[in-house]
């Protein structure tokens, strides 16, 4: 089992940047695929990048590609989500996700695991 626990949100202006941490428990983080996902008020939860176990691919909605940038350090248990140029639309609850399946299968299917969330607020 993984726990993940999200850092790093706030309130930011529109074209500003934030970046967000995610710190996983446990000694098994490089065997799973990490993504992170948001919500915003009245709408689904949607997905946002993710980076697979160790091959490093990844994977971006197209509403942030060339925006955002999604990483992972196996050695400190951490996958980061760098966000640029941030608009207002992307305001939301952002949400760490871990899944022992593969990265390009977190578009698709549900992870396993999840963190609680934390409040990105873009101001315009």
């Known amino acids: 089992q993984v726990q993940l626990v999200e850092s790093g949100g706030g309130l930011v202006q529109a074209g500003g940047s934030l970046r967000l941490s995610c710190a996983a428990s446990?000694?098994?983080?490089?065997?799973?695929?990490m993504g992170w996902f948001r919500q915003a008020p009245g709408k689904e939860r949607e997905f946002v990048a993710a980076?697979?176990?160790?091959?490093?691919?990844?994977y971006y909605a197209d509403s942030v590609k060339g925006r955002f940038t999604i990483s992972r350090d196996n050695a400190k248990n951490t996958v980061y989500l760098q966000m640029n140029s941030l608009k207002a639309e992307d305001t939301a609850v952002y949400y760490c996700?871990?899944?022992?399946?593969?990265?390009?299968?977190?578009?698709?299917?549900?992870?396993?695991?999840w963190g609680q969330g934390t409040q990105v607020t873009v101001s315009s």
């Open positions: 996700a871990a899944d022992p399946g593969t990265a390009q299968g977190m578009g698709v299917y549900v992870p396993s695991y």
């Open positions: 446990g000694r098994t983080f490089r065997r799973y695929a």
């Open positions: 980076i697979g176990r160790s091959d490093g691919n990844t």
